[in-house]
């Protein structure tokens, strides 16, 4: 995952243009993408696809002829989206299309324009302080034309055609936790799905541009839509903060009770936040007219850490192990989900004798059963077709892989039934 | 408030009788009351309007014929509702008609008999221990005859016909706290609500003895009652003590929900207790036969501070201060139930596109987005036609004012839209 | 209750055989049960009904002829259940058949093997370690063969058909806590409920082997089934831990708010557990199929204490006072459920006039009315037909005697009428 940030770490990604194409080619090497390209103008609920920014360079020359600020050293000092310029000017003028960020002085912040032409220069603030009173050459060659947003998805197929949604976005040029960071996890997750032999769901996986991405695709696909039974947005997956939980709008849904399952059994320090409107795709996955189940999984929540949308979240800022346990919590949700069945205990008149079928062993007497026994006895008690396992496991406080394991055992013995037609909507 | 309180301090109130009727002329000076007078006898659920009491002149005369307790000094020192008396009388018999409070030996104890035949006199308990063994002249100039009860109304209409009740008894003689700094407080906050140009609700105060007169009132009132949507009675609002919320029958009604909030939001120490079927009139609006959505605010309760019901209950027990709190405090619960909308977002497919509309401002990428846009992002996340805005400011961690003020900004660009018929209700 | 304990005490109960109807003749002496005998092989639900063991003598002889494990010290020796044998065997050999607890080397534990056909011997571990390499004469004089499983059973008829549960196991042998402590409160508890006038409930006590024994009585009583209201499991009360209820699986049923009121009102420490499927017999009375309101009243939990299933769980662990503590406890449960009416206010428009009827008393002013006038306006204030007494006795924090005597003060003044129908059930 590491490697693969460093790869994408260049480029100058934002809501359309070549960045995005250039990240989408080098996913498909580990995931075969559709990509779509929607053009501008296209009328998507509210919004219209904006026109395709394009940036080839960009600096500021003083009178000695010297690029003081330069494109090539780091995108982040051009305010994305801004509009194309060459002139000369003095620094009075110039002066109010620089931002800086006063608190963090070496830090190049990262500003954007997208619904608001415009254009700017974004430096470190002791630079701004050390700008001297010349006249300075300002020129960005961006263009800012008709053309499409470009986003790529991936699905993967389950034995049903009810989906869970992985979305991530792919619009920030360079900085790494957000959200290159989630773009890694996104893609190795799906890389790990393809190898699971029996997936119950269909995954389907979104590399879009923030906002206009998630309505983009919303407005197109209001059939699939309806078969989304639990999603996650991924972002800021790499920074050595704890693991953060942010609920969907429902607030109880199963990916909810699911994620702070795995977060609270990891062991580990950990955050859960209710929802709210702020913060990634989710404002648009759960705006009420879709009310959708997805929540965001992340390390140090967006805006929380002084690294966020500056020159300093970089290669530097992530933890490879941070990725790597990101991917892990993020695969037990999901198979969490996989398994979370819900039964019906068939001989509900008294327990089954156990013992009789193998299921138990030994003389008997002990203080306290084994787990494994005590995990059939409350898997046979739950089991009404109402409570699903994870309901179980979490009333138990026995572990999930116990009672998934003693459900097993209980439902080769004919002991438990299915009830698929209640099993996905959980 | 403080002037009105001095003013109408030495009158002798009670139940029924003139102390009430000068009560009610002073404070027309303020508001235009509705005066009513119901006759003795009158049935009014299990109860009957009693006989009317009125008192010209009480007291004890030691056998040198000096005025020993006189009424003339405090009209505490008589049993509320004594009946007549003129008779010489040694002190073994006098001592069963006296009362006194060991635990506040200078303070004079306020003693009632309502609705039993009976009379007596109330002292400090040191004049009750230094009373000798005399032959004393014990008179009680009062009459207990077939009359009126009489109480003050008022009614402010606003654009609904739908009302909130603010009621206060007028009963108590003189005592501040208990409870003319309930009657201050309620006749201006009628003066103040007067000048509110648009008001939604109606408002009715009403100026009443306590259990009778509410009684009396629901009685005659029924297609009124009907009408209340929220109510709040004002008891003991002058005291040094924080501010104190007494819960509806229901615990949970809008009434509930704006004082708690107001109160939270304050800054200051406050308490919220349960309901409890003790206290003053809420006994009767929250009687189950008409559980009413009425509140009690206080500062301290009844009954919980050493002067209640004595004769410290008086105007050096009062802060200016805490009258003008108590004001502003019930302004703003009745300001938060006027404007406590309940909105349907008309785009609730992703987000509107506010930049467009000028609602969001300047090149973007900070940290936290401004309160006033984080508030426009909750409104219309929040507004399904079920949610008022009190419920998203309450999970917003945002102010109400906020909040409407958000509201206000997307409804005037078409983005939300009211529902009338769940405004009030709510 | 020390008494009939003692006598009980030598006796080699198991699930089946004499040493259960050698129990229940003496318990006969105190309540005439009803004693049941269910042939071997009759199918209960998914059991049948075992073999009926009995067990003469038992003993293990080294080769010098010194029974050095003797069953006539303690019953406790021999696993329950042991098959008949007679050989003589080397040390390595038997040992496999030797069961001992490391942690207590002092103690012999209690060890079963009902349902798989073995034999054993349990020893302390002290004894064990001293075992020498010899050849010793193995034998156990017992029978297992088909017969009958046999139980108690006590109806104490009341107004209503409807029934309380009261179930302990019989089925141990030398144990005190586990489970004669339960036998004898149990006892007692018929004893004095045979004394109160006006049982509104009819009781059941049960004298049954643990799960076996519920099984089979579940299996042949589904009628009675149907009528049981609340049920409690009695198991280990007479050790010197505090009192312990673990809540039934409905977890507030109108038993586990009567048991946990009773505890709290206590003062004493007390502990709450939530259902869970291990345990007593209510985990079949709970299993799902039947999902009964029958909860568990324990001292310390089965398992907590170091002396439970071991030699050490005598005559010496059990308290006279624990034992007398938790009859009483008991008692005031199933008192509380007998008196917990729900009533309806018959004048629930305003209070009613209290003190014309003599409820209330006396000059009023005091800061706080009496226990007895604030129960009375609690009562009717709550009672709309659908709130308990018990309810409003845990609103109000008033003791439940002090609210089930307003409720009768306010009856017998025509103020509160019985809604028979919501009675029982509740």
Known sequence: MFALIRELFPLCRSITGDGVRQTLRILERFIPLNVHEVPTGTQVFDWSVPKEWNIRDAYVKNSQGERIIDFRNSNLHVVGYSTPINRRMPLAEFRSHLFSSPEH???????TSFYQDNWGFCV?????????DDVYEVCIDSSLEPGFLTYGEYHLPGKSSEEVLISTHVCHPSLCNDNLSGVAVSVFLASHLCR???????????????????????????????????????????????????????STAPIDRAAVYVLQQ?????????????????????????????????????????????????LNFLRPEALLDSLEKALNILQLLEENDVFVNLNPMCEPQLGRRGLYQGTRGQSNPPEHEAALL????????SESLLDIAERSRLDFRVIRQAADALQSHGLLGTRTDTRASR
């Open 266 to 314: 990891s062991g580990a320090p950990y955050e859960v936040l209710d929802f709210s409107p702020l913060g990634y795709d989710e404002r648009q996955f759960c705006s009420p007219g879709f009310d959708l189940p997805v929540g965001c999984l992340m390390r140090t929540p967006n805006g929380r850490y002084p690294e966020y949308h500056t020159s300093a979240d970089n």
């Open 124 to 132: 470190s603030h002791n630079q701004f302080l050390s700008l001297k």
């Open 196 to 250: 699971w032999p029996h997936r119950r769901f269909s995954y389907r996986f979104l590399f879009i541009p923030s906002t206009i991405g998630s309505i983009t695709w919303l407005a197109h696909n209001e059939g699939i839509v309806r078969r989304i039974r639990h999603g996650l947005v991924l972002a800021c997956l790499g920074d050595p903060g704890c693991l953060t939980y942010k609920r969907s709008r429902r």
């Open 378 to 385: 409350w898997v046979l008690n739950g089991s009404t077709g």
């Open 105 to 111: 002085p070496d830090w190049v912040p990262y500003r």
